[in-house]
């Protein structure tokens, strides 16, 4: 009996889950839309033909952003980014629903992808916000924080796309989202998760605050399809 977690392979089970109307497939590898998330998937221990696969459905000479095992790639597949990362579940968060925050809209899309290419919280596309519910805090009409809904294990959610105009930092903005977003999982009577950049100690000390607890230490990394790459 494998004694693997949903939670080590995420975008997996979300693409195989709950997200599964978003889901392209080639064989045994999938991805999200594009303008959806970047984000593709593989299974456990994938091999030689799961490879081949991902190599097919992205596309020679893409660059594919890959977690987990999945960074292990095969001989010729270039790795362009490699990172250390955290993911936090919220078993202990408390969730508090605040008033200020106001549920996003496809019409709110331009403002909320202004906000992302200043404060770079992570991948957000012009259809993230279908992936789940998104919340912001407006002051004077404008955006200046929000929080939101990416992938879904079943059973799980994951809170991301954190961010904060940095003229409206240091005011709690962030937190209150955060547990508005973990209030509106824990309706559903699933778990909150994130994920975050080892090097974030700040946001991660936030987030263990809240009443987040490291579950297990990951790797980010980009890597391209070669571009000689055989396709099946």
Request: aromatic share 6%.
């Amino acid at each position: 009996m494998s004694d693997r977690h949903l939670l080590d392979n995420p975008v997996w089970a979300s693409l195989t889950g709950p997200h599964g109307r978003f889901a392209e497939r080639r064989g045994s590898a999938l991805r999200y839309p594009d303008d959806v998330s970047p984000f593709f998937a593989l299974p456990d221990d994938p091999g030689p033909p799961e490879w081949s696969d991902l190599a097919a459905l992205a596309g020679p000479g893409t660059t594919v952003p890959v977690t987990g095992e999945a960074t292990a790639a095969p001989d010729g597949w270039e790795v362009v980014a490699h990172g250390a990362g955290v993911q936090l579940v919220g078993d202990d968060v408390v969730p508090a629903r605040d008033d200020e925050a106001v549920r996003l809209r496809a019409a709110d899309v331009p403002e909320m992808l202004d906000l992302v290419a200043r404060t770079q919280p992570g991948p957000f596309r012009p259809r993230t916000i279908e992936m789940g519910a998104y919340l912001g805090i407006r002051r004077g009409g404008a955006l200046v924080a929000m929080a939101g809904e990416r992938l879904h294990p079943p059973g799980w959610t994951e809170i991301s796309a954190v961010c904060t105009d940095p003229a409206f930092r240091r005011q709690g903005l962030a937190s209150r989202l955060v547990l508005t977003v973990a209030a509106g999982i824990r309706a559903r009577g699933e778990t909150p998760f994130l994920h975050a950049a080892a090097s974030n100690t700040t946001a991660i000390r936030v987030y263990e605050a809240l009443g987040f607890r490291l579950r297990r230490r990951t790797t980010f990394a980009t890597i391209r399809v070669p571009a000689d790459v055989p396709v099946a």
